[in-house]
């Protein structure tokens, strides 16, 4: 009977801690695909030849062309710092995201693409972008604009 107890706690215990866990685990793997598709420190970027590799390496070209995307050429700290700069209001209305200006490629698609030929237009800046930052540490889960 007592071993019964000990083994429905500890079931309980087992349960409450995935509860527990889960959460960061998610957040975790947003942070990974943020970095898979939005940051490239190495990189200079700038052409259309690099938006054309880069989108095929990072797996946006797969099912179809992804048709708009920023890739950050800083370091990842700089960029985990624009987490813990004041809140602004995301596109979807939570109050998660954090505006910073930083070196990037915005990566566009062109008329003539066509999966899994995918093309795109370069344009390289200095600009704004706006991110969605959670959890504790708070880590870029989203980019916003
Ligand atoms: P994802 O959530 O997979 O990172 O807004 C729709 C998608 O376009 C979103 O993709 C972010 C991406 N995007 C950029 O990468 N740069 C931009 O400037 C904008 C507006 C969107």
């Excluded at 527990?20 to 942070?31: F, I």
């Excluded at 995201?97 to 062109?110: F, I, N, P, S, W």
Aim: aromatic share 6%; hydrophobic share 35%.
């Amino acid at each position: 009977m007592a071993l019964q107890r000990i083994h429905a706690l500890l079931l309980l215990l087992l349960l409450t801690m995935l509860v527990l866990v889960q959460p960061s685990y998610g957040q975790d793997r947003m942070y990974q695909r943020f970095l898979r598709q939005h940051v490239d420190p190495e990189g200079t970027g700038g052409n259309d030849a690099y938006c054309n590799l880069m989108m095929q390496r990072r797996k946006m070209t797969v099912r179809q062309c992804k048709h708009v995307n920023t890739f950050i050429h800083e370091d990842i700290w700089n960029i985990r710092s624009i987490c813990s700069t004041t809140n602004i209001q995301c596109k979807n209305g939570k109050m998660n995201c954090h505006e910073g200006v930083v070196k990037v490629t915005d990566c566009r698609e062109t008329g003539s693409s066509r999966t899994p030929n995918c093309r795109y237009r370069a344009l390289a800046s200095t600009r704004r972008v706006v991110i969605a930052c959670e959890g504790n540490p708070e880590m870029p889960v989203h980019f916003d604009r």
